[in-house]
């Protein structure tokens, strides 16, 4: 069942544009079974009126799938009672061509429902083979009993896929947690070092210079209000194993002209754009910055087969907003597909931890993008 590639899966609904094409191929099929057989036998026959109703029952057919996507049950109902009457009034249309739209609507079901509740529809298009049996012998009843398991065994792969998927999207949110947390780890270390340095000051020069020792004072206000942040985010990092050394240079905002110049050592033209005067941002909102920009530029050197990229960087009082645009080829999408992949799943994380948001997908001109914004004060 080649429909099958646009089924969502594991109860999800698919994209709407999936959708859509999922209601007109299934209508086309339907169609394009029934009508050349019932026009070609209604001219043989006068313009008999059995074939003339039969067509009208194909269309109500197509027509009922409609909605196979939001109620897959109800509509393989319908299809295999319309089914039937069509074969009933029509029998040189064959039982299994007349019931494609509930074969249709039984792999939708099966992709989109448990298997506890699929496989009674399978059941159903197995109890009518004896119809097929009484109509055409051995050979109709042996076909409808291929089709009815082809049309759930299709819509079982498509769940099976999907849940693969789920579960590598959840193990590269793992992994990214698991990456933030020895990174916040490091930053959260560098900060209580300058707080202790600070107090420390501090104390040498309380009673010789009290404004000198204010400043140091208020220096670790700041610099525990910015470590309490990253704390927070460490705890919601839901850190694994630990690894690395934490003692290279942490990477920031202020790293992606160095970016820019190693992705053009690779082949992608990349255009950089930097604007505002806004506050500097915590060390875990620079961070998730030049991360998200690092796994967008990658992706669109792996995937994406374009040759130039445009990275926006716009900081003001309040976010820090990223646009990264490509101009790929349509076809270059495998790891975007409808925004599920393992780099975005990672760049969603990072966002979401940091209490902001990502958005991805095609752009309006070709190409795609990528847009975060990160908050600056989501410590305060």
Known sequence: ??????????????????????????AVLVLGVAVPVCLAAGAEAGAAWRPAAALALAVVQAAVLWWVVGRPAVVLLVSAL???????????????????GAQLALCVLSALR??????????????????????GGV??????LLAAALAWTAGQWRRAQQQHLAAETRRAVAEERARIAREVHDVVAHTVSVMVIQA???????????????????????????????????????????????????????????????ARAAGLDVELH????????????????????????????RHAGA???????????????????DNGRPGG?????????????????????????LEAGPGPDGGFEVRAVLPIGYAS
Request: hydrophobic share 45%.
């Open 1 to 26: 069942m080649g429909l099958t590639r646009v089924l969502g899966g594991t109860g999800s609904p698919p994209p709407t544009r999936a959708v859509e094409l999922l209601r007109a191929g299934s």
């Open 82 to 100: 319309l089914g039937s009457a069509m074969w009933l009034l029509f029998p040189a249309l064959s039982l299994t061509g007349a019931l494609l």
């Open 114 to 135: 448990p298997v506890r509740t699929s496989r009674w529809g399978l059941l159903g298009m197995l109890a009518l083979a004896p119809l097929a049996f009484a109509g």
């Open 139 to 144: 050979l109709s009843l042996v076909t409808q």
């Open 200 to 262: 420390s000051a501090a104390d040498d020069v309380f009673d010789a210079d009290p404004e000198q020792a204010r400043r140091a004072l208020r220096a670790i206000d700041d610099a525990g209000r910015s470590a309490l942040g990253e704390l927070r985010l460490l705890l919601r990092a839901e850190a694994g194993e630990e690894g690395g050394d934490g003692r290279r240079p942490r990477p920031g905002l202020g790293d992606l002209a160095e970016l820019a110049v190693g």
């Open 274 to 301: 930097e604007e505002g005067r806004g506050p500097t941002p915590p060390a875990a909102v620079d961070l998730a910055g030049y991360r998200i920009v690092q796994e967008a530029l990658t992706n669109t050197l």
């Open 307 to 325: 040759s130039r990229a445009r990275v926006s960087v716009c900081r003001d009082e309040e976010f820090v907003r990223i646009h990264v645009s």
């Open 333 to 357: 999408r495998s790891w975007r597909s409808a925004g599920s992949g393992r780099g975005l799943a990672g760049m969603r994380e990072r966002a979401a931890l940091l209490g902001g948001t």
